[in-house]
């Protein structure tokens, strides 16, 4: 028998927190997450599905965020569906109960990391990173940068001083370091 232990993106076991002066970057290894893509000829009834799970279709640039579920979009028809692990651990088989032959849905908990970013100098840090317009973006805006040449997804949440990363799980040790060096250069 293996003593098998889960640990977080970062390695541990219980997910990391870096608080400086005026930032907090906490790594959040509580979502689960799924794609929806819209099946050829079955885009009308997709987004029907996902209207009636979130309220509103996501558009390009935006996540709808809803309680429990939110989502984001990441391309035409496309979609990246969050909520929590506690609730949601089989997320994806729940979306597809839903969507029926509407969509593809497919387990994306295990392939992301996310770290939430909060304080009053989250927007310094996040300029340092990156090139999304921080200041401009309102809750519910969603871009997608590189941050120390990693593919990402900067997600503005409700409070004025926050906002969600999304990078690869694979390289959640490098985008840790590039946030944690951000924030001590602060």
């Known amino acids: 028998m293996h003593d098998l232990i889960p640990t977080t993106a970062l390695g541990v076991t219980s997910p990391r927190i870096d608080t400086f002066d005026h930032v907090t970057i906490a790594e959040n290894d509580g979502l689960a997450l799924a794609s929806v893509a819209a099946r050829l000829g079955q885009e009308t009834a997709c987004h029907a599905h996902l209207a009636a799970l979130l309220g509103a279709v996501p558009a390009p640039g935006k996540v709808v965020l809803h309680d429990p579920e939110a989502a984001f979009w990441v391309g035409p028809d496309q979609w990246i569906v ?37 304080g009053t100098a989250m927007r310094d840090l996040c300029e340092r990173l990156c090139a999304v317009p921080i200041r401009r973006m309102q809750s519910g805006d969603a871009q997608r940068t590189l941050i120390h040449q990693i593919s990402c997804f900067v997600i503005k949440r409700v409070d004025p001083d926050h906002i969600r990363v999304l990078g690869p799980r694979a390289s959640a040790g490098s985008l840790h370091h590039a946030l944690i060096t951000a924030a001590a250069a602060l």
Request: avoid cysteine; proline fraction near 3%; glycine fraction near 14%.
């Open 82 to 118: 969050g909520a929590p692990r506690e609730t949601h651990a089989d997320l994806a088989a729940q979306l597809k109960n839903r969507f029926g032959g509407t969509a593809s849905i497919t387990d994306q908990s295990g392939g992301w990391v996310a770290f939430d970013v909060t």
